[in-house]
């Protein structure tokens, strides 16, 4: 398995990360770190490599969820965090749409100086418990009385693991409201090649020199591979055993955790 | 307009209704009738002509629903109505599924005789407010965990019209769980051809001796079209100008209410 990647290693300057399922697993009470995950990103730092971190969290403005992984231990900081809602604000201004938001309360915050009046557009995250009925059909109305209708989704994931089981993401409501209105949807932040290629341009990494490591076979491995970057898949948070038959999507790599991918590239960096 | 579909009404022996939309807008209060269809009811089967209605009504029991409808005053009985629940009853025991439900508590009593213990299966019906995050994300997890998961849905409609504004249909979190769990669901009610064709045996008449009159273009009008009947589309309930410019479907005809087809078909009835 190891000789299917280490190939890109030594040439190697940047490392992207997945956030939730790589690092640690979310849930109640914040969610809990990976074991070895704290160590591991410490010594991606230590090796000189470039990191930066890309994550679909839009359960919580950027600050606070980097407060929270510092709060765990992590060594990172809001500059190195890639999130879909400043990327989104910055679509809605360059456009002139203003939103409707079917999102997580905790986030509403990073749509702060974006005109929400008259809506002109529906923004989907990762609600949760505000998927209800009334709120998913309340987005509906605004979408099917458009003239031309626009859905931004932060992310296409199918579902995430929290401590307590799977929960359903963000793409599973961006596909209803799709196929409510009979449209398709514009993503933001993962899969999208231009999320992964903000992260590549500001490590000022080029795409053959980096590597991604996710939980999310289709979001982060498919994603970045499509973007021209190498991608292993961990075998923790949202990973199934099914991820490795998939019939479109190969990891370059298959790795138990963040902590031995670490291991393998680091033992590989420069041969 | 008439020209295009008055050269079936020659051979015509049975007719087909939807009912919401066709038959009442329902709404709070349990809807009100379209104007002039109560009486329509009447002139079709004082006719002759053959009549059955086939609903993907799925938020009461059949029994409860047809009280509504006779109360408003509209001539019809259990055994014309032909809708999703008693036919999805048919397949699971068929086929020894045990469902998970996730439909609307009012027409959990037609599974009464159902085995639901240790579920191998979802249906999901019209759910309305159940249609909760907590509620869906139950249906996923039990899909989730099977090694094959089967997904039946009631119906496959986008949206419905009651009397405050759109509603969002079980088509809809049908497309959410097939994209969570990669499946695709079975679809029983309309468009499914068997549907159809279980309403056209039940009076005796061939495909071609017979018109659905229904406000859903795809369910009502294109199934109907695929079955081998004429469909006539009418201007009332979630009717849209914009489905006279479908790409793919296209009614017999367009009438603006039952009323008015009723009027052309008697007059050309036996012609």
Redesign the interface.
């Known amino acids: 398995m190891m000789a299917e990647w280490k190939d890109c290693i030594k040439n190697l300057k940047g490392v992207v990360l997945d956030i939730c399922g790589v690092l640690y697993d979310s849930g109640e009470g914040g969610g809990v770190p990976i074991p070895g995950s704290v160590e591991a990103v410490k010594r991606i730092k230590a090796s000189g490599l470039k990191l930066r971190f890309c994550t679909n969290e839009t359960q919580a403005t950027r600050d606070k969820f980097v407060a929270k992984l510092q709060r765990m231990g992590f060594d990172i900081s809001v500059n190195e965090v890639f999130s879909p809602a400043p990327a989104a604000c910055k679509i809605l201004k360059d456009r002139g749409l203003r939103p409707h938001l079917l999102v997580y309360d905790e986030v509403v915050p990073e749509f702060i100086d974006v005109d929400k009046s008259n809506p002109n557009c529906v923004v989907v995250g990762d609600?949760?418990?505000?998927?209800?009925?009334?709120n998913?059909?309340e987005a509906?109305?605004v979408l099917?009385g458009l003239e031309k209708p626009v859905l931004i989704s932060l992310g296409r994931g199918?579902?995430y693991k929290e401590t307590d089981?799977?929960?359903?993401d963000v793409?599973?409501?961006m596909?209803?409201?799709?196929?409510?209105?009979?449209i398709e949807a514009e993503v933001v932040g993962k899969p999208a090649k231009m999320f992964f290629q903000s992260a590549l341009a500001d490590m000022g990494v080029e795409p053959h020199q980096a590597i991604m490591i996710g939980d999310d076979l289709v979001n982060d491995v498919g994603g970045a591979q499509q973007c021209g970057m190498k991608a292993l898949q961990v075998r923790t948070g949202k990973y199934r055993p099914n991820d490795e038959k998939h019939p479109t999507v190969k990891a370059d790599g298959y790795v138990n955790n963040l902590a031995e991918a670490v291991d393998g590239i680091l033992k590989h960096l420069g041969e």
């Open positions: 609600a949760a418990d505000n998927f209800s009925y009334k998913v059909n509906f109305r099917i199918r579902y089981g799977l929960k359903l793409g599973v409501y596909k209803a409201l799709e196929y409510a209105c009979d």
